[in-house]
């Protein structure tokens, strides 16, 4: 492990993360690149990292985006319209490329959804990320939103080549 980080952390108790632009209506998409950013931060400090890091991004989220889904069901339910920066079903995806982009990582983007032990279907992804030479490191994101749709809590792994025991 090359660095790891967590929210919430000591001091963060009572806050939400920052929003993201772009981004609108859950805690989902902040959560992650929060954790994303405090991870990549405590290994590299401001980033983005130099071209050819080969740095993959690895999310896992069995329940996903949640907030926004409860958002669209309600929307739709009172005859509403769905605004053009929502397209919740996305959002895993939209958000693990923007901490790419924002970061410069070059690696390849998963999203998994596990459907047994979050946390070792992730790390399975990653050991094979960079055991087939796709990636020389991974960052794993773990995220799951509370059942009420406030932030829940996220874990951020930097995993790297011969780092894991």
Do not use: K
Request: glycine residues 14%; charged residues 15%.
């Amino acid at each position: 492990m090359l660095a790891e980080a967590r929210w919430p952390e000591a001091g963060d108790e009572g806050s939400a993360p920052a929003g993201v632009p772009g981004f609108v209506h859950s805690p989902f998409h902040p959560l992650v690149a929060a954790v994303a950013q405090r991870c990549l931060a405590r290994r590299y400090g401001t980033g983005p990292l130099p071209p050819g890091n080969r740095t993959a991004v690895v999310l896992v989220s069995a329940g996903g985006d949640t907030a926004g889904a409860a958002h669209v069901r309600a929307t739709v339910a009172a005859g509403g319209r769905i605004g053009p920066l929502f397209f919740f079903q996305s959002v895993p995806n939209s958000v693990a490329g923007h901490v790419a982009a924002r970061w410069g990582l070059d690696g390849p983007v998963v999203c998994l959804s596990p459907t047994g032990d979050a946390r070792a279907e992730g790390e399975a992804e990653a050991d094979l990320l960079l055991y087939d030479g796709d990636a020389a490191q991974a960052l794993l994101i773990l995220i799951e939103l509370a059942p009420d749709g406030t932030p829940g809590e996220a874990t951020a792994v930097l995993l790297g080549e011969g780092t894991r025991q």
